[in-house]
């Protein structure tokens, strides 16, 4: 009964959603042009909270619930954020989570550059400082890796995807040992993030549209700077790819089980 009033509820609701958030994009690009003519015309809350409540709203449309476990354990000060990629979504996700946990320092995406055509999206991604990064183009790596160390310095944290692009099996993809190159250079802590339940989410499949999608964001162990100085970037690497996917493989487990997948921390 509760399940099924909590559904009218939201097709209530969605109609004036999916309004605000037409409204909410649209400001998007003006706000974007305005805040590259001028690095002081906004705030840094008022950016991240501007493209926080449109991915609310989306989330709200689209039906999706995002569970979060062990954040409370990252430290306050910029850290390298490193998540497997399976979705559109997982960026989306990601900033929800990190902006709603009070004390966290903002953050920084490193995204392919390819998302500069799709302009709303571009817009989105400009207003919370994201790091654009043509993979193929020597320079662009060159730029992107000091542009990663200068967002550090400058006491942001930094998100990647060290697989490159998304996988969309269950297994993860070889994760690149220059994905941690930031680390070094700024004596900051890597923490692990494993996702699971974005694939599919944001295609063009309606078969499950009445029901809410549940994603599942899980902290794994802080690798400390100190971690890096014995041992070598392929080993800390590959210790990394395993854990996660032995993390995602768990989380996959007992949400197929339908068991519950976090205990209220």
């Known amino acids: 009964m509760k399940k099924a ?9 969605l109609p004036f959603v999916l309004l605000s958030l ?6 998007l690009p003006k706000k974007a042009r305005k805040y590259k003519r001028d690095r002081d015309a906004y705030f840094a809350v008022d950016r991240y909270k501007c493209v926080y409540r449109v991915i609310k709203k989306l989330l709200y449309v689209k039906h999706v619930k995002v569970e979060v476990k062990g954040l409370k354990n990252v430290p306050k000060k910029p850290v390298l954020f490193i998540a497997n990629h399976k979705s559109q979504l997982d960026a989306i996700v990601l900033i929800k989570a990190l902006f709603e946990h009070e ?38 790596n060159f730029e992107a890796f000091e542009n990663q160390k200068k967002a550090m310095q400058d006491g942001r944290s930094v998100i990647i995807f060290p697989e490159g692009h998304r996988y969309y099996s269950d297994q993860f993809g070889e994760f690149k040992v220059a994905s941690l190159k930031v680390v070094y250079q700024n004596y900051a802590p890597v923490v692990p993030l494993v996702i699971y339940g974005t694939s599919g989410l944001l295609d063009k499949d309606k078969s499950n549209v009445n029901h809410k999608k549940h994603v599942y964001i899980e902290v794994l162990d802080m690798i400390k700077h100190n971690d890096f100085a014995i041992t070598k970037d392929e080993q800390v690497v590959n210790k990394l790819q ?8 768990e989380l996959k487990k007992l949400a197929q089980e339908k068991k519950p997948v976090f205990d209220k921390e």
């Open 22 to 27: 037409g409204l909410a994009v649209l400001r």
């Open 103 to 140: 004390g966290l320092p903002y953050f920084s995406l490193l995204a392919k550059q390819e998302l500069k055509k799709r302009k709303y999206v571009c817009a989105a991604m400009e207003l919370i400082d994201t790091i654009f990064i043509d993979r193929d183009n020597i320079r662009s």
């Open 242 to 249: 395993s854990s996660m996917q032995q993390k995602y493989n």
């Open 5 to 13: 009033l909590m559904t009218f509820l939201h097709w209530l609701g």
